[in-house]
């Protein structure tokens, strides 16, 4: 009688592969206080399969939220640590519109490329699939680099599960690349050309090499490419992320909290992760520096 009960509730309510089928046929079971373990075999088998489907996509849904969730479902291996956290929160505010303009300084090989250029605009535009973005940092190459693992990203059957976002059949070229739904995507290196094109997100990531910290020429011409160039593409409303290892003070980030206090600046949140602390110890392990895939 029970067996035949069961047959007709998944025949009835049509269960099938979504959050509310799978949390209305376990509920279903837990209504009328089943043991599960005296079922027959395939009704177990089917009740266990959608325990595991419905755990799947809370955390999906939750993904969609939450820039930490999100970098957990499709990076398994990630290390997390507080300073992730933190940064975390900040791109989950920029996402809602809490923070508009962003910059996040702290050392080298602490995971802020993998957050910021790569991992951020996959997220974003999962969120939006017709925002457009675009990519920068010290060299074209590198810029390049970032789009393709993004691009792989998108493409990826993990991220299918948590987004709709899909890329353009004919995007090809990993800095240059397209949504179904129309969002854009842009890399280009520090000094280089950006004419003709829009940004609702504009990403910088490292705008200085080391080297360049020892020239003031290169200090202000990456100033003055920004406000000539990215900062005059960005859309009515649109968000600014600058993440950077600092090598001098008048570097980009010195630059950008300098001039607020002229009238209608940009007015920049800013967070800094100092390598060393006051008492001499690293404030950031190391091991958090690791890159996806490594």
């Known amino acids: 009688m029970l067996y035949a ?5 998944l025949a009835v309510k049509n269960i099938s592969n979504t959050l509310k089928g799978a949390k209305n046929f376990i509920k279903f079971f837990m209504k009328k206080n089943i043991d ?6 395939d009704i177990r088998k089917q009740y266990l399969q959608y325990q595991v489907m419905h755990a799947e996509k809370k955390i999906q849904n939750k993904a969609r939220n939450d820039f930490m969730s999100f970098v957990k479902c499709v990076w398994p291996e990630f ?9 975390a929160d900040k791109f989950n505010k920029l996402a809602t519109g809490e923070i508009n303009r962003l910059i996040v300084n702290m050392p ?5 490329s993998e957050f910021a250029s790569y991992l951020l605009p996959a997220w974003m535009v999962g969120r939006n699939p017709k925002l457009k973005i675009i990519q920068a940092t010290h060299t074209g190459e590198l810029a390049v680099r970032f789009g393709r693992k993004a691009k792989t990203l998108i493409d990826s059957n993990e991220y299918g599960k948590i987004f709709q976002t899909r890329l353009r059949e004919d995007s090809q070229a990993a800095g240059r690349w397209e949504t179904a739904q129309g969002g854009e995507y842009f890399a280009a290196g520090v000094g280089g050309a950006i004419t003709g094109r829009g940004a609702d997100l504009l990403i910088i990531d490292d705008p200085h090499s080391e080297q360049d910290a020892l020239s003031p020429n290169a200090m202000e011409s990456a100033y003055e490419w920004y406000t ?16 950077m290892t600092r090598w001098n003070t008048k570097d980009l980030t010195g630059m950008l909290v300098k001039n607020q206090t002229a009238a209608k600046s940009d007015q920049w949140h800013v967070v800094e992760f100092p390598a060393i602390i006051d008492h001499g110890t690293k404030q950031i392990p190391v091991l ?5 895939g490594s």
Do not use: D
């Open 5 to 9: 009960l069961i047959h007709r509730v």
């Open 36 to 41: 599960i373990s005296k079922l027959p075999a």
């Open 108 to 112: 080298p090989r602490h995971t802020k």
């Open 79 to 87: 290390v997390e640590g507080s300073h992730h956290r933190h940064i």
């Open 288 to 292: 958090y520096g690791q890159s996806i």
């Open 228 to 243: 000539s160039g990215p900062r005059q593409r960005l859309q009515p409303g649109g968000k600014i992320v600058l993440v």
